[in-house]
């Protein structure tokens, strides 16, 4: 057991005594090499001092294995000797592991890009450090002129700092972004109407001070709430990008149902309108085409569903300038691996800690359960074999074998509020005419989506079919159980946003994932609740 540290000074020996027995019965093992932490039976307090200083892989049950990550160090906001402090006095002394935390500490502090008069500027602590970068491609192609020997000026434009940010990032070196935007002095009269929670006002206080940041928030506790927040913190002009125009409207009622801003104030860009306001509010793709137009003093811009900001066109909108910016997202995870450039191209991750949430009830702690269901043919069977590339997932996703485990479930659950989710339109439709359950799609129009999402709140409707468009792109009302008959191939994203419609603080909160047994969808669910795992949800497979 690590000795005690001054932060016992001040407690009686009554507290002194308490604090050390829960710490010795909590079996905490440390794995030096692969910087992993397991944790069995853990209080409270220790998963919560775990949690700040190390990233959650799995869980299982009252076991937990935590992972200290580059990325865990630079998000902190301890400083070197608290973190030393910490890790010490939790996992006892590992001299060697202490190196690697102080090597990886100073990374950060390596390169810095700063704002010298006219032009930005990288700096490097050192010659030798600015002489390596400045052989490295990213960098070098997007720097202008040598200025002395550890530093360099960039070339225009904000995705010059943006690459270069990238470039350093994927060699292990983050950049410290001291580029400096004038502090817009124009007011829109955006307060408040409603008081923040606890956590919603301290990321609001931290996202103010580093002037970007991506809150990792899970589904739930209320990240739109937290931006609007900045918002009115902020007080000037703000443009908040969306992935779909879906979300357009969704986002014009909270603001005006939470602040002071009118209706007036609001523009909308997108296919529909194309009008900017002091809140503006429109879609990557239209910010990304005519980026030119969005090229003006905005105090805030907030960057919703950041997770799709890597791909070519949505990156585009990272170079639009603003005295601050947010990104939201419950799940900044990718297939293409592409996580580290959400964070370099807005700032560093606030709020991913969800053990936090849950122990606090915030939001509830799902249930997953991954069922398998047999063929329901050797017939069915031949043709998944005989099929190649997408068409098998769409054979092995409409098993027909996958229905009774479906009215299995809803016979199970039949006094609760239920969300059934499928990728595929024919499928949707099929189980909407067999079951008699209303299904939403794309197709669906918008009054008619409506009328049903409002039955579903006033219990006239206790179940929903509804396609990938729920996914992100919809204001779906809260259920307590999560059915899902069809995936995109093995997306974390996807399954993490279905699983925060159910972590509401009420009711149940239980997600099934239907799967194929002997198909590719068995591989596909497994990775699928990855993300879930790693933020200490329970997940079992059953069959």
């Known amino acids: 057991m690590p000795e005690a540290t001054e932060e016992f000074e001040d407690l009686s020996r009554e507290e002194l005594v308490e604090k050390i027995k829960k710490m010795q019965e909590d079996k905490v093992v440390f794995f030096e090499p692969q910087r992993e932490i397991i944790v069995s039976n853990p209080s409270e307090e220790t998963l919560n001092e775990i949690s700040e200083i190390a990233h959650m892989a799995t869980s299982s049950g009252e076991h937990y294995k935590f992972e200290v990550r580059e990325m865990d160090i630079w998000n902190s906001e301890l400083s070197l000797e608290e973190m030393r402090e910490k890790y010490t006095r939790i996992l006892g002394s590992y001299p060697r592991f202490i190196e690697w935390l102080e090597r990886t500490y100073e990374k950060q502090e390596m390169f810095s890009i700063e704002h010298e008069g006219t032009y930005h500027a990288l700096v490097a602590e050192d010659e030798e450090r600015m002489e390596w970068a400045r052989s490295i491609e990213g960098v070098r192609d997007n720097l202008a002129v040598d200025l002395t020997d550890n530093k360099s000026r960039i070339a225009m434009g904000a995705k010059s700092r943006a690459k270069i940010k990238e470039a350093l990032l994927k060699k292990g070196y983050p950049v410290e972004d001291n580029s400096k935007f004038r502090e817009v002095d124009e007011k829109i009269g955006a307060d408040l109407k409603i008081d923040l929670r606890d956590y919603q006002e301290e990321y609001v206080a931290r996202a103010y001070d580093e002037k970007a940041a991506v809150l990792a928030n899970p589904a739930g506790s209320g990240k739109t709430v937290t931006s609007i927040g900045l918002m009115a913190r902020i007080d000037a002009p703000t443009l908040v990008l969306v992935p779909q125009r879906s979300l357009v409207n969704q986002w014009k009622r909270e603001i005006l149902d939470k602040t002071t801003i009118t209706e007036d104030q609001i523009g909308e860009f997108h296919g529909g309108d194309k009008e900017m306001n002091d809140v503006t509010i429109a879609t990557y793709h239209m910010a990304g085409e005519k980026t030119s137009l969005f090229r003006k003093d905005w105090g805030l811009i907030i960057f ?105 479930l809803l016979d199970e659950h039949s006094d609760d509020k239920t969300i059934i989710f499928c990728d595929w339109i024919d499928q949707g439709e099929e189980l909407e005419e067999e079951y008699d359950i209303p299904f939403i799609s794309g197709e669906t129009d918008y009054e008619e989506r409506e009328k049903y999402f409002q039955k579903f709140r006033d219990n006239e409707l206790d179940t929903l079919i509804v396609s990938r468009i729920g996914d992100e792109g919809l204001d779906l009302p809260d259920a307590e159980i999560g059915i899902i008959m069809s995936g995109q191939g093995g997306s974390r994203r996807q399954a993490t946003q279905r699983a925060g419609r159910v972590m509401r603080p009420f009711g149940d909160a239980k997600v099934y994932m239907i799967a194929t047994k002997g198909s590719n969808e068995e591989d596909f669910a497994k990775h699928q609740v990855e993300l879930l795992k790693e933020k200490g949800v329970p997940v079992t497979v059953e069959g």
């Open 304 to 408: 919703d569903e950041v997770h799709h900001i890597p791909s070519q066109l949505f990156r585009r909108t990272a170079s639009l300038q603003s005295t601050r910016r947010i990104g939201l997202s419950a799940s900044p995870v990718r297939e293409d691996s592409k996580e580290r450039e959400i964070f370099a191209l807005i700032g560093p991750e606030i709020g991913g800690d969800w053990a936090r949430f849950f122990q606090q009830d915030f939001v509830l702690k799902p249930d997953v359960k991954i069922q398998f269901a047999e063929w329901e043919s050797d017939a069915y069977r031949h043709k998944y074999n005989q099929a190649s590339g997408i068409k098998k997932a769409i054979i092995a996703s409409k098993n027909p074998a996958k229905k009774q485990q479906l009215e299995n």
